[in-house]
């Protein structure tokens, strides 16, 4: 039941402790429970649910096997309500609802802050809030893209309608949550020589350096990040931003968004460096959880996020809506 194939699995062992008596008078064992982590040499290192790594001879294991993954707490969370959290991450500069769907306008070339927001089965007839859709993105010279949770009842209704994916070879956007207490675990603490994170209150175009399309558009981008209770951090080495994120929070809910490092910057911990911080300073602000959104095919991000205990709740992506000769 178990060996090196168990590593990255959930596994409960029983061991025994040397030099230890148990009740019935033959030797003390104990269970351990968690991640595995390492198996080789001898030995077994598991990681427990609160970050303690325990090394177990092999000798000493009486039994073992995989268990289930714990059930995540936060999957008693629809994906509407999850999403509709996750809109705090910006702030359109116009909105408009109908039938319960959000009609968000920004101008600029950003989809999630000029898209509607379709989650949910609509209290209006589809169509009727469809021709809204188009009559609100017309007045403004667009043509409406809908933010949708991959699979459920509006990606497929619209997809039915003509609307189509507006990259159809990506995988989507994964919304991924964990708690701050097991972020905290995880995390480096600050120490003398680690680099000073930077706080700014409002985007600069400092803080924006390297993005280029976002300082090509500034206004705009600035108008979706006027936000509430929001830090927006940075790293310098020699004068230089290497590495940056941003955080708000939506209710006892942590938004952490646009971590970026430089690439000559990369692999030097940086990005933990950044997310320490955040994770921080959510904490301070009451913060129980932490909702952060990756693209699903971002490989080195999706390992970091996945080592520091973020769960998949969902996946997003956009469709567009068809031409006017198409309908």
């Known amino acids: ?15 025994v402790l040397r030099g230890l008596t148990g009740p019935t008078g033959g030797p003390a064992m104990t269970d351990v429970l968690g ?16 970050g303690e790594l325990i090394e177990i001879l092999v000798a000493d294991i009486v039994s073992g096997k995989p268990v289930p993954p714990r059930p995540s707490r936060f999957f ?37 802050a000029s898209s509607v927001l379709a989650v949910g089965e609509p209290d209006l007839p589809l169509d009727d809030v469809l021709q809204v859709a188009r009559d609100f993105y017309a007045a403004r010279g667009g043509r409406p893209v809908a933010q949708v949770v991959v699979g459920s009842w509006a ?40 680099l000073r994170v930077h706080h700014e209150d409002a985007v600069s175009r400092g803080w924006l350096v390297g993005n280029e399309r976002a300082l090509a558009d500034f ?15 940075s790293v310098c ?16 809910w942590a938004l952490f968004a646009d ?54 709740h969902h996946s997003y992506r956009y469709l567009s809506a068809p031409d006017a000769a198409e309908r």
């Open 1 to 15: 039941m178990l060996g090196p194939h168990v590593v990255g699995q959930r596994v409960v062992v029983r061991r």
């Open 35 to 50: 991640v595995c982590e390492r198996w080789g040499n001898g030995s077994c290192v598991v990681r427990r649910e609160n």
């Open 76 to 112: 008693r969370f629809d994906d509407e309500e999850v999403e509709r959290r996750a809109a705090g991450i910006f702030r359109p500069r116009e909105a408009a609802s109908c039938g319960g769907w959000t009609m968000r306008w920004s101008g600029g070339t950003n989809k999630r």
């Open 155 to 194: 990606d497929r209704q619209l997809v039915a309608r003509g609307w189509r994916p507006i990259d159809p070879h990506g995988s989507g956007t994964d919304v991924m949550l964990a708690g701050i207490a097991a972020l905290a675990r995880q995390l480096p603490a600050p120490d003398d020589g680690q």
């Open 219 to 233: 206004e705009a981008v600035a108008a979706t990040l006027r936000l509430d209770d929001a830090v927006f951090a």
């Open 237 to 252: 080495v020699d004068g230089q931003q290497v590495a940056r994120g941003r955080t708000n929070l939506a209710w006892d």
């Open 259 to 312: 971590l970026t490092v430089q690439p000559a910057h990369r692999r030097h911990g940086l990005a933990r460096i950044v997310m320490a911080d955040a994770v921080r300073w959510s904490a301070e602000r009451g913060a129980t959880a932490m909702l952060l959104q990756v693209q699903a095919d971002n490989e080195p991000a999706q390992r970091l996020y996945a080592s520091l205990g973020f769960e998949r």
